[in-house]
């Protein structure tokens, strides 16, 4: 069974604050890695991917990818009220498509 | 642009009877997706499909089946609900690996 672990929160951060979240896999074949957001009775929207190890910036978000420890994270600076929401992280181990497997996600509160 | 639409938005069934979740995208995506969210959790994958007329088996295909008979429409059958098909379902298409676009999801109930 491919697995994708999260921790489910919540995560609790004052705004402005730095979040990190945080995602660990287990199968070592898998080729990319994305962050979703998913905010209550929503469908999932995309954050960010990433497919190299180290580090990829998109405006306040970051994923850091570490493929022989496994895990990958988003890391969110400035955090504001409105990036409260569920962030699944993915993993496609499929090269041709995708053929996501989902982790649970984590709860993220971001208090005024 | 509609980009993936998806009826019903909520369908509350009795065990035992039978739907069709109706998945269209006008974005003229090769692949397709259905998935399921139990409260709580993550996506699980029920049925994908590569183009029209390939379809194959994710996660969760147990109780249900899929046809993709052109490249806009891939119906997800429900046949004989039971309890343990309450969930929110979600219809996704894709143009390769990247990003999936989800339609806006099914609540459905069966009592």
């Known amino acids: 069974q491919k697995e994708v672990e999260q921790n489910s929160g919540p995560l609790s951060v004052p705004e402005g604050a730095i979040a990190s979240l945080n995602c660990t896999y287990s199968d070592r074949g898998s080729q990319s890695f994305f962050w979703y957001r998913q905010y209550s009775g929503k469908s999932p929207e995309l954050i960010m991917f990433?497919?190299?190890?180290g580090d990829k910036e998109d405006g306040r978000f970051t994923a850091q990818l570490n493929k022989a420890s496994q895990y990958v994270s988003l890391l969110i600076r400035d955090s504001q009220p409105s990036d409260s929401a569920t962030y699944l992280c993915a993993v496609n181990m499929n090269t041709g498509f995708q053929k996501l497997v989902f982790g649970t996600g984590t709860r993220l509160l971001v208090s005024p | 642009n509609a980009g993936v639409t998806q009826t019903p938005k909520f369908r509350i069934l009795k065990i035992g009877q039978s739907m069709t979740l109706q998945c269209t995208q006008d974005m003229n995506h090769n692949y397709m997706y259905w998935y399921r969210q139990d409260p709580g959790m993550g996506l699980k994958l029920i049925y994908y499909s590569v183009g029209a007329g390939i379809t194959d088996k994710g996660e969760v295909p147990n109780g249900y089946n899929v046809s993709r008979s052109t490249t806009e429409d891939f119906p997800l059958r429900l046949e004989l609900a039971a309890p343990s098909q309450t969930s929110v379902y979600f219809c996704?298409?894709?143009?390769?690996?990247?990003?999936?676009?989800f339609g806006s999801g099914t609540q459905l109930s069966v009592l």
């Open positions: 996704a298409s894709s143009s390769g690996v990247e990003k999936l676009f």
């Open positions: 990433i497919y190299s190890n």
